[in-house]
């Protein structure tokens, strides 16, 4: 199932992405401000258990997170969602998922593979761009394989076809993006996007 933030900060930040003369340190400013509010929206799901604390001045009912959280970033992009995860999870484990896309044909194949057993996890993949679905949903069936609990992608912009695609093989697996964009193109690229998003990042 898809949700799409909507939200003044996220909008004002994508804005700033998307336009082609923003330069790298701009461009990872607002990466980072749109990171954390996708991160923490999906997070809105994991598993919590109730606790009781004491306060300074009384007693408080508030909540703990409960059983095993993994968070895979897609290489190379999806490392930009790194500090987020520090700042939001930090006793997340990592695990990475590395593919390259074929210029050709457009189909993601894999260069690395540091998804371990993830048993009884709830999982986060992170990938900013969801263009064809072909390689998150290579990296969700992967992780569904190896034992994961329950699966959530974030994304910073997503095409239609790769929300069908995920939605379409994994039903029960959420996704979240800051922007539902129009289209792909021909080569298979985000329409209106931003551009190759792991190069604006890195700055290459």
């Known amino acids: 199932m898809l949700h799409e933030m909507k939200h003044p ?15 790298t340190t701009a461009f990872r ?45 897609v290489l190379r992009a999806g490392l930009a969602f790194t500090s987020a995860v520090e700042q ?17 044909t457009a189909e993601a194949h894999w260069y690395m593979d540091r998804i371990g057993d993830v048993s009884g996890a709830f999982v986060v993949v992170l990938d900013p761009m969801l263009a064809t679905g ?10 569904l394989e190896r034992g994961a609990t329950a699966v959530v992608v974030g994304c910073i912009v997503a095409a239609p076809e790769g929300v069908a695609e995920v939605e379409g093989r994994f039903p029960d697996v959420r996704i979240v993006t800051a922007a539902l964009d129009s289209h792909l193109n021909d080569v298979k690229y985000i329409i209106p996007g931003l551009g190759d998003f792991g190069d604006r990042w890195s700055g290459t």
Do not use: N
Not at 12 to 22: K, W
């Open 9 to 23: 900060v996220s909008d004002v930040a994508l804005t700033i992405l998307r336009a082609q003369d923003t330069c």
């Open 29 to 73: 400013q607002q990466t980072q401000r749109v990171a954390l509010m996708v991160l923490a929206e999906c997070l809105r799901t994991m598993p919590i258990d109730p606790v009781r604390v004491t306060t300074p001045v009384g007693e408080a009912d508030g909540c703990r997170p409960v059983g095993r959280l993994v968070v895979v970033p």
């Open 88 to 104: 939001l999870c930090p006793d997340a484990e990592l695990m990475f998922a590395g593919l390259a896309r074929d210029e050709t």
């Open 134 to 143: 072909g390689s998150v949903g290579q990296v969700v069936a992967r992780c």
